[in-house]
């Protein structure tokens, strides 16, 4: 079946510190793949998307870039931010699922002052 | 727009009661919405999939009877768990999309923290 990995966490950085937080997927066809965002106490909100390969979403400054020679979506951002400090989630869907995500194992970042 | 919004943010109940809540989709119209568990630091479980006008699919190992699902509108689902115990409690959380389709992000309302005593 499907599947997402993501690296451990937590992360801890400093502010305007670079930030990468790895995911790979599995998938048996061409699946959309997302990240989204948990807030403390809050629903998850869609950060960005990628719906075929090569295809770079981006949004707030970070970015992730669909590769399926390496079946990765790696979550990057330049210059983090206090504001960041949340739980991202890699998610992906497949092509018949009618939008039903299988998510990865979530990644605490803190980003401190 | 694309609000999804869930009710009661909190509850806790006796070990024994049934819980509803509900997940709607303000500004659109949803024939499809996803159920969703999540446990403490771990990531979300999808439970069922609530289909308007349909019984819902449910993903293995989660006891259909025990969480009762009905999407009686587009823009209506409830999730009901039924005899609810201390292994229940965890945070609840609803999704829908605008446009069915792999593609097509999921909105999710801000979830339902349910504790069972």
């Known amino acids: 079946g499907d599947s997402v990995t993501q690296m451990e966490g937590p992360v801890t950085l400093s502010e305007e510190a670079f930030l990468t937080i790895n995911c790979t997927y599995t998938?048996?066809?061409?699946?959309?793949l997302f990240w989204y965002v948990q807030y403390p106490g809050e629903g998850l909100q869609l950060l960005l998307k990628?719906?075929?390969?090569?295809d770079k979403g981006s949004n707030k400054g970070f970015e992730a870039t669909y590769r399926k020679e390496t079946t990765s979506f790696h979550l990057e951002k330049g210059s983090v931010q206090v504001s960041d400090s949340a739980v991202y989630f890699c998610?992906?869907?497949?092509?018949?699922?009618?939008?039903?995500?299988?998510f990865g194992q979530g990644t605490i970042l803190t980003v401190h002052p | 727009g694309a609000v999804v919004s869930q009710h009661p943010s909190w509850v806790i109940c006796k070990s024994g009661t049934s819980v509803k809540i509900e997940c709607r989709s303000l500004?659109?119209?949803?024939?499809?919405m996803f159920w969703y568990r999540q446990f403490p630091k771990q990531s979300l479980m999808l439970m069922a999939t609530?289909?308007?006008?349909?019984?819902?699919?449910?993903e293995q190992g989660v006891e259909k009877d025990k969480f009762l699902i009905n999407h009686a509108s587009l823009t209506l689902s409830t999730l009901t768990v039924t005899s609810a115990h201390p292994e229940d409690s965890s945070f609840y959380i609803c999704?829908?999309?605008?446009?069915?389709?792999?593609?097509?992000?999921?909105?999710f309302g801000d979830g339902t923290r349910l504790s069972i005593l």
């Open positions: 990628a719906t075929k390969a090569d």
């Open positions: 998938a048996t066809g061409y699946p959309s």
């Open positions: 500004d659109f119209q949803a024939t499809t």
């Open positions: 999704s829908a999309s605008i446009e069915q389709g792999a593609s097509q992000p999921q909105h």
């Open positions: 609530s289909n308007e006008g349909s019984k819902a699919t449910y």
């Open positions: 998610a992906l869907s497949e092509g018949t699922s009618y939008g039903k995500l299988t």
